[in-house]
């Protein structure tokens, strides 16, 4: 017979929550699928605790012959099980992640058997655990993973280790008795040809390779292993990849490698944690790479050994980490380190993964603690020494926390865009300048303590923690940021088959924002039809902003050579978190098709300062590129364009302003200005939309493309006819704009107000009419039943975490109803409290929401106050006039609502 016979054990089991199995399980319990959490199940999704499972199978009489032996495995239970064959306990293994088996020789029997598995996943054990995203998105308990039962030689091979550098592969075998005979091996190339065999009287050996082809994302090329004992016979697949780094880059296979990756929660539609299948990862990994990925971070989840099988045969880098504890007790201390060992010692073999974590954002260490800090630097050294092949990070962290040691130097930053953008552009240039915040300081005292989390960046600066060991190259990434894109939920529902069961999760997170549920009533409840036609053109508008968003925080940190490469948040949504690339189904969004223009190896970044800018002014921004390609550029022409709506044929838009730069050579590796792109905006009647195109190219071929999207404004802001003007902060501007104004309230009919205080307030009641440009927090000085003014820094406003959305309905401004990057600069930093959902339809002209369409609350609002009518704005209109032809276009708009 074969040297190997294995049974799948994956299909329905027998399941009860609660109580053991009764024996005659199989006819009348609950079924199950495996492999899969239990939580998968909607029957079970909110058990914890201890459940049994139970399945019938039957073994044929050679499998009991002689010299053979049967093995039960198991891919992974979360998180422990004990284990009985026909009633007798064959083992019990703790540990959620990893792989286990035991010798069930003894127990079984020719014909039927029956297998046993008690599962307990305590939450009293939770804090001390590894567990990973459990604690966002709800626990994961059970056979997660395949289960199957395999014939193999008495003696047989257990582990097969291979360490493929420069012209040599190393093996050592781990057999399960002696080696009685010749162990025989044989290498297959990538093409299939036989590239070695021989012939070894021990466990290891080394066996030499000419001219191997190295494995990397854009060439993985795949090496297979076969190994023979005479009984026993096993194949393995490697690479030949070396990662390490060098002076403030990471250098893959010898050459400088910089990394575009996502974050990947390695969640699924139907099983959760578990996917339904090899096809189904490679395929969407061939999305990611379509996307320009060449990394994917698994997010503190040990994956399905499919995954890693996946990543090397498509080509993706994989960075995967240890699943986090929350409380560093020694039981938390132990589990940890096994799961490291095991990690590396199941994963070995696949060249794909190039980089390890331990911790991430110190979750379950407090790094103010020395005490944690010499536990993580331990760690470090620990798994240097367990794997030197590749990359090893301390603490993936974040604002709050820091470095100990580390291979990277990594960091987590999120904002809002575009409002927060002048943020992130700063906070860039300052990580960039490899800033002293990003490795441990010591805990002093309170009062510094304070300082430093409320603004590493802003601290003064402090000294190492005598834990930390920074060596100064460490390469700069920008290993977390991403902005929400919501899904359209009409395929969600359509995929479910029905509204997701995780719409009813995460009421718990962020102030409530991230509930999915209900979300076509908030729709419809505050009027957002008004705006958008539909729940999916506004999610198609989200997703729209967010690829913006993603666009210009790529180009600032691509714009800093010292970062060598970055992490977006995230690959797909996972459940209520929609920041993903794709959605939960794998949908692509909106931008799929061009994003690999913004994420490749060969980026062109126009720095603009403005995008809303007036006609017959010069538009001037320098162009640079990005090279991290092998690709010569030398010889190339920088090609631009600007198309415009307004000056179609026909309903198609037209070349209608154009340039052409001679470009010289690009040194790889480096951050090259281009030159200058500069014109003439033309005259127009109205705002109107239009887009820059920029390609650069050599011999015809396209090395980068890019486009920049402006709004062109009149240059006189279209002022309505208005008597009795009364604006003293404003008299200076609108003199200038040829407005005439009155100097007395009390002669009055329109007052335009930075600060409304009880005159004001007077002279509403009586029936005047109000625009009140309330951009400061001390703007309201008077009190005006029901509504107030707040800044929405500290709130779920603020919007840099699940992300904020700006909407308007001014139907002049040629922006789909969004606050989009033409407001750069004069997005609101204050909101409008005191309306209610009914207000929305009629008296709402601008406003904000969060997460799923949570909290929307205005930012320009109308309302009626004793016999006058008060217009609130919270946009940075009055600081802006004088420079930006948009804050113009909307102090008109807002006085023409009068």
């Known amino acids: 017979m074969s040297a190997r016979f294995r049974l799948s054990l994956d299909g329905k089991w027998a399941f009860s929550p609660h109580e053991p199995l009764p024996p005659d399980f199989s006819n009348h319990c609950t079924q199950i699928s495996v492999p899969a959490p239990w939580q998968a199940d909607p029957r079970f999704r909110q058990h914890r605790g201890v459940a049994w499972y139970g399945r019938e199978f039957h073994i044929p009489d050679e499998w009991l012959m002689a010299n053979r032996v049967l093995i039960l495995g198991f891919g992974a239970v979360d998180y422990a099980a004990q284990v009985w064959v026909n009633g007798v306990e064959v083992g019990a293994h703790e540990g959620g992640y990893l792989p286990f088996e035991f010798d069930i020789t003894a127990a079984v029997r020719s014909g039927r058997n029956v297998v046993t598995v008690r599962v307990d996943d305590p939450p009293e054990w939770f804090d001390e655990i590894p567990h990973g995203k459990q604690s966002w998105y709800g626990m994961l308990s059970g056979l997660w993973q395949s289960v199957w039962v395999e014939s193999r030689a008495a003696t047989h091979i257990q582990g097969v280790k291979i360490t493929a550098g420069g012209e040599q592969v190393s093996v050592e075998v781990r057999l399960s008795g002696a080696l009685a005979g010749m162990l025989t091996a044989e290498v297959f190339a990538p093409d299939g040809r036989i590239a070695a065999q021989a012939e070894f009287a021990a466990l290891r050996f080394s066996i030499p390779i000419e001219h191997p082809l190295p494995w990397s994302p854009d060439e993985p090329h795949l090496y297979t292993l076969k190994l023979c004992t005479g009984e026993d016979e ?58 320009g990925l060449n990394c994917l971070r698994v997010h503190i989840k040990v994956a399905d050994p499919r995954y890693y099988a996946a990543a090397d045969k498509v080509g993706l880098l994989i960075w995967t980490e240890l699943p986090n504890h929350i409380l560093l007790t020694e039981h938390a201390k132990r589990r940890a380190r096994q799961t490291l060992a095991g990690m590396v010692e199941r994963d ?12 991430n954002e110190s979750w379950g260490v407090d790094l103010s603690n020395p005490e944690h800090r010499a536990w993580l630097a331990e760690m470090y050294d620990f798994m240097k020494a367990l794997d030197p092949t590749r990359l090893v990070v301390g603490n993936s962290a974040c604002w709050g926390n820091f470095n100990v040691v580390s291979d990277l130097d990594d960091y987590h930053m999120y904002f809002a865009m575009p409002d927060h953008h002048e943020q992130w552009r700063a906070w860039v ?41 920074r060596r100064g190259d460490e390469p700069l990434l920008v290993s977390e940021f991403g902005n929400w894109g919501l899904p359209d939920v009409e395929k969600l529902v359509k995929g479910y088959g029905g509204e997701p069961w995780w719409f009813e999760t995460g009421l718990e997170w962020g102030d ?63 459940h209520w978190e929609c920041n993903g690339l794709l959605d939960m189904l794998r949908n692509p969004k909106t931008y ?32 640079l590129l990005a090279h991290c390609s092998a690709q010569a550029v030398q010889g190339a022409a920088l090609e631009w364009e600007v198309r415009s709506e307004q000056y179609s044929d026909g309903g198609k ?51 980068a493309e890019t486009e920049q999207d402006f709004l062109f404004l009149p240059k006189v802001a279209p ?17 200038q704009q040829g407005i005439s104004t009155v100097d007395d309230l009390a002669h009055a009919r329109v007052a335009v107000v930075s600060t409304l205080d009880d005159a004001c307030r007077d002279f509403l009641l009586r029936g005047g009419k109000v625009l009140f440009l309330a951009e400061q927090p001390d703007s309201l000085r008077a009190v005006l039943p029901g509504l107030s003014i707040a800044p929405r820094a500290g709130t779920p406003w603020q919007g840099d975490w699940a992300s904020s959305f700006g909407w308007h309905r001014f139907e002049s401004l040629p922006t789909n109803g969004v606050v989009d990057f033409s407001f750069a600069g004069l997005t609101p930093e204050h909101v409008i409290h005191g309306f209610a959902p009914r207000d929305f339809a009629r008296d709402v002209l601008a406003g904000l929401f969060v997460g799923w369409i949570h909290k929307p609350i205005p930012t320009i609002a109308r309302r009626r106050m004793g016999r006058g009518v008060l217009v609130v704005s919270t946009f940075r209109l009055r600081e802006n006039l004088e420079n930006n032809p948009l804050a113009r276009f909307l102090l008109a708009e807002l006085l023409r609502l009068f």
Not at 348 to 359: A, L, Q
């Open 234 to 291: 096993v194949t393995e697949t490697f690479g030949f990849r070396t990662i390490q780094t060098r002076n403030g880059q990471i250098w893959l296979n010898g050459k400088p490698f910089y990394l575009r990756g996502a974050l990947d929660q390695d969640y699924y539609p139907e099983f959760i944690c578990t996917p339904p299948s090899q096809e189904y990862i490679e395929a969407e990994f061939r999305q990611a790479k379509a996307l």
């Open 348 to 359: 070995w073999n696949h060249p794909s993964i190039g980089i390890w974590t331990i911790i």
């Open 429 to 469: 240039a300052a990580f960039a300048s490899r800033p002293w915040w990003t490795y441990a300081c010591a805990y002093e005292n309170a009062a510094a303590w304070q300082e430093y989390l409320r603004a590493p960046w802003q601290a003064a600066p402090r000294l190492l923690a005598p834990e930390a060991r």
């Open 512 to 574: 409530g924002v991230v509930y999915p549920h209900g979300v076509e009533g908030r729709f419809r409840d505050y009027a957002f039809d008004r705006v958008f036609p539909s729940l999916a053109a506004l999610a198609a508008a989200s997703q729209e902003l967010q690829f913006a968003a993603m666009k210009y925080e790529i180009e600032q940190i691509r714009r800093h050579n010292a970062i060598q490469g970055y992490v977006i948040t995230e690959l797909t949504d996972v």
């Open 592 to 623: 799929f098709e061009k994003f690999h223009c913004v994420n490749a190896d060969d980026v062109l970044i126009p720095l603009w300062e403005r995008l809303s800018v007036a006609g017959g002014e010069t538009c001037a921004l320098p162009v």
């Open 653 to 703: 838009a037209c070349e209608w302003l154009s340039g052409r730069l001679e470009v010289g050579e690009c040194t790889p590796f480096d951050v090259t200005e281009l030159g200058m792109i500069s014109f003439s905006v033309p005259p127009v009647k109205k705002p109107t939309r239009a887009r820059l195109g920029i390609k650069l190219t050599r011999c015809g071929e396209m090395i």
């Open 719 to 735: 002022w309505p006819l208005l008597e009795g003007l009364y604006a003293p902060d404003l008299r200076v501007f609108l003199a």
